[in-house]
């Protein structure tokens, strides 16, 4: 097999680790591919480089390709989303002054109770809390607006702005917003900086929400088979090393690489073992799967993941357009077509009930031996890909 | 008559964002604002109503300008980033250039025409102006290295400079690498071992 080099832009972030491991651990040189790792400076710079062919592949947000389906946003393409990166991952954070009030009315910051936080939060707000996010279309305002929706502080209580990451940090300090919701490690990097505290991950909103998924052309998906079955395959490869526990502190140590993340490793431990510290005043709260990069079909798009995020934000915009027909960016036909070669179990189904996992439950699947893991809204409500709301 | 287009050009550096608000002057007819800080940059713009956004690809306060594609943002006007359509050579020259372009929905082609000619000429100059200042930083940087590494050789090995700076060469040469990459390969592993 000839070497081939594709190029592939992410955003320094813990989750872009299944690219940065496949080349770094060598897993794309075993499907004899070389990746040319470009970090972008913001998620449109990234989603422009996908979308006129600079790159090949991309770590996207999940909600990128959907809501370009939907014709929102600054550009026009055609993206697929061909697998899941990660599942989870963010955190909810707020600024020290929301924190200051918070720890007067004895709030407990247990970093998971998703209810308790937002009526500790409405107690302690007066007026419109203003949410820094990374990007307009991601995962993090969806979560935030089912959140808020669903609560005490009701949909009305936000205002969101986009805030680059590594400015959020800064955006708090001038107080520009109040709170925020990022991934990691940015929110660390506010805990570390003394500027405020964690409230909740995203798994304490969705226990099973797609957060970062790897991005082609529609196109380049459907004309470059090869290519494009070698790329998966090595991503996979690579997220299954990721979820061994003896791969972690590696792991972290490669991520925190000038040519990468540029931050000390231990910041990027904390995600990737769930081992969260909330704030200056050193609360530590163990996080199981925090953040999933393989296993229990982890990188599976599933086209019912895919309409959920259409459908909400079809209803956030107003827009016309049929959600269903956007959901279908998430190639769940590619992923089977390139990933039956390799042992990956595959479920039967494209499309699930989401949000109706509480326990681990045995689904049928190519090998016969795949548990899914709960995937609930906090809310406990389920989404019905054939019939939602 | 038109009215005249109103440009918003988003820059922190005080001598580039100058140099790009004079070109656009010069190049006619066209009201020029300048936002030299990012925070609260939107509702900033929105207080000048533009028609034309311009600000530099590699800026991570870009993803800021995406909250303008959408209108229930504050414009109330949707913008587009200039990318398709009729002009669509003039986009691929914008991104090469380094300069991103918001327009308002709705703005003929040719109005943006003669905008985005000169801020691709601007951004062009500006971006080859910083890729020769980093490789100058560069090379500066592996003079200094090369010199360490000889420091070291000829103190190990007794030897003069031009024999360390021929031994560094022929090594290199040898294993097909850059001088730069032995000197820094001995640097580092003579600080190991210091």
């Known amino acids: 097999m000839r070497r081939v080099t594709l190029p592939v832009a992410y955003m320094p972030l813990v989750d872009a680790a299944p690219l940065i491991i496949a080349q770094e651990m060598g897993f794309a040189e075993d499907e004899a591919i070389a990746l040319d790792l470009i970090a972008a400076p913001s998620w449109s710079s990234l989603r422009d480089m996908l979308g006129f062919g600079r790159v090949d592949a991309a770590h996207m947000l999940s909600p990128v390709p959907v809501a370009m389906g939907l014709g929102l946003g600054g550009m026009t393409a055609s993206l697929a989303a061909i697998s899941v990166l990660s599942v989870n991952g963010n955190v909810i954070g707020i600024g020290r002054p929301l924190e200051d009030k918070l720890r007067a009315q004895g709030y407990g910051f247990d970093f998971a109770d998703a209810r308790a936080a937002a009526s500790a939060l409405k107690s302690a707000s007066s007026g419109k809390l203003v949410f820094g996010v990374p990007f307009p279309f991601s995962m993090h305002v969806e979560l935030l607006r089912y959140w808020v929706e669903r609560t005490a502080l009701g949909a009305d209580s936000i205002e969101i702005r986009t805030v680059p990451p590594p400015l959020m940090a800064e955006a708090l300090e001038a107080g520009d917003i109040d709170a925020f919701c990022v991934g990691e490690p940015w929110g660390s990097v506010v805990v570390d900086r003394g500027l405020g505290a964690l409230l909740l991950p995203g798994k304490a909103i969705w226990q099973g929400a797609p957060e970062k998924v790897l991005a082609t052309r529609t196109d380049w998906a459907e004309t470059e088979p090869d290519l494009v079955g070698r790329l998966m395959r090595a991503v996979w490869q690579s997220s299954r090393w990721l979820a061994k526990p003896e791969s972690r502190i590696a792991a972290a140590e490669i991520l925190s690489r000038q040519r990468y993340l540029d931050l000390p490793a231990e910041l990027i431990d904390r995600a990737l073992s769930g081992r969260m510290i909330l704030s200056g005043h050193g609360e530590q709260r163990q996080c199981d799967d925090f953040l999933r990069f393989h296993g229990a079909a982890a990188s599976f798009p599933w086209r019912s993941q895919a309409k959920w995020i259409a459908h909400r934000l079809a209803r956030a915009h107003g827009l016309s357009a049929d959600p269903d027909t956007a959901a279908r960016v998430f190639r769940s036909d590619l992923y089977r077509q390139h990933m039956t070669q390799t042992d990956a179990d595959l479920p039967g189904a494209s499309e699930k009930l989401e949000g109706a996992i509480h326990h681990p439950t045995a689904v049928g699947s190519t090998r016969g031996r795949l548990n899914l893991l709960p995937d609930r809204f906090f809310d406990g409500a389920v989404f019905d890909p054939d019939a939602p709301e | ?194």
């Open chain 2, 1 to 194: 008559m038109q009215n005249r287009l109103t440009v918003v050009v988003v820059e922190e550096d005080r001598d580039r964002a100058i140099g790009i608000v004079d070109a656009l002057k010069e190049s006619g007819d066209c009201e020029v604002f300048l936002i030299a800080h990012h925070s609260a940059l939107a509702r900033k713009i929105a207080a000048h109503a533009p028609d034309i956004v311009l600000i530099d690809i590699d800026n991570p306060t870009r993803d800021m300008m995406e909250e303008l594609t959408l209108a229930s943002g504050p414009l109330d006007r949707p913008v587009a980033m200039f990318v398709s359509g009729a002009a669509g050579g003039l986009a691929q020259a914008a991104i090469e250039a380094g300069v991103s372009a918001y327009v308002v929905d709705g703005l003929a082609p040719e109005r943006v025409k003669p905008v985005m000619d000169t801020a691709i000429a601007r951004f062009s100059m500006v971006r080859r102006m910083r890729q020769e200042l980093a490789e100058t930083r560069r090379a500066l940087e592996e003079r200094k290295v090369i010199d360490r590494a000889k420091g070291l050789l000829m103190k190990a090995k007794g030897i003069d400079e031009d024999a360390a700076y021929a031994l560094l060469r022929k090594t290199a040469m040898d294993q097909g690498r850059k001088v730069a990459d032995v000197a820094e390969a001995l640097v580092t592993a003579a600080g190991l071992l210091g």
